[in-house]
């Protein structure tokens, strides 16, 4: 792209347009904390495991939304993302549960991009 302002917004976007389900699922999950141990337990997953779930979820999705670390956070969260949907969408008999499997897969590679692309410069980053 030959206009880096027009590329440093779209990549702003699309921070923020990836973080946003992390960070409202870290939410969601703080409020919801009972249910979503017992859902990780279903799924042979320790409700053990669950603060450091929100905390990958909420602090990693905020760090991509500001930019901070965004290299970093990216790696985290795309590997989150694709042991999230080996360890709980696998029953591809649903067909929903395919579609989210696909849904992770294609943010796992956004996370891919945006850690080889780096944050641009409308972050703390800066790069």
């Given at each position: 792209m030959n206009n880096p302002a027009l590329a440093d917004a779209a990549k702003l976007v699309g921070r923020i347009l990836l973080a946003l389900m992390f960070v409202l699922g870290g939410w969601s999950k703080i409020n919801g904390y009972a249910g979503t141990q017992a859902y990780m337990g279903s799924a042979g997953v320790p409700g053990i495991l669950l603060p450091l779930v929100i905390i990958v979820e909420l602090i990693g999705g905020l760090m991509i939304v500001v930019g901070y670390k965004t290299r970093l956070a990216a790696?985290?969260?795309f590997a989150f993302t694709i042991a999230a949907s080996v360890l709980?969408?696998?029953?591809?008999?649903?067909?929903?549960?395919?579609?989210?499997?696909?849904?992770?897969?294609?943010?796992?590679?956004?996370?891919?991009?945006l850690f080889t692309a780096g944050a641009g410069a409308y972050s703390v980053d800066k790069d």
């Open positions: 790696l985290a969260l709980f969408h696998m029953n591809w008999a649903q067909p929903m549960q395919q579609l989210l499997f696909m849904k992770n897969l294609a943010v796992a590679g956004g996370f891919l991009v």
